[in-house]
Nanobody, 119 residues
Framework: QGRLVESGGGLVQAGASLRLSCAAS????????MGWFRQALGKGRELVAD????????YYAASVKGRFTISRDTAGNTVYLQMNSLKPEDTAVYYC????????????WGQGTQVTVSS
């Protein structure tokens, strides 16, 4: 399935916005679900949002619902995470992942991008 490359992380103040991007190097990624996870220091990895192959079905963790939006481009190989109204508790390394099964069995991961939200 090639590589997943994330970008768009950074340091922002609370209330600001960021948009993360994840580009898959293989065209077959368009046939698979894609998701964003995050892992804060000392905590486990959690699913933040995911989207199915068509882009029509999405899931959001309760902690980000209404603030984050996941989408994918028309070619289907890039997934975005628009993050608005960021909070300090959103600080984490954000990972993009690919789900070939369509059953939230994420088997391919990006290298992660750091998001830091200051209060």
């Amino acid at each position: 399935q090639g590589r997943l490359v994330e970008s768009g992380g950074g340091l922002v103040q609370a209330g600001a916005s960021l948009r993360l991007s994840c580009a898959a190097s293989e065209r077959t990624a368009r046939n698979y679900g894609m998701g964003w996870f995050r892992q804060a220091l000392g905590k486990g990895r959690e699913l933040v949002a995911d989207v199915n192959s068509s882009g029509r079905d999405t899931y959001y963790a309760a902690s980000v619902k209404g603030r984050f939006t996941i989408s994918r481009d028309t070619a289907g190989n890039t997934v975005y995470l628009q993050m608005n109204s960021l909070k300090p508790e959103d600080t984490a390394v954000y990972y993009c992942a690919l789900d070939p099964s369509g059953r939230r069995q994420y088997t391919y991961w990006g290298q992660g991008t750091q998001v830091t939200v200051s209060s």
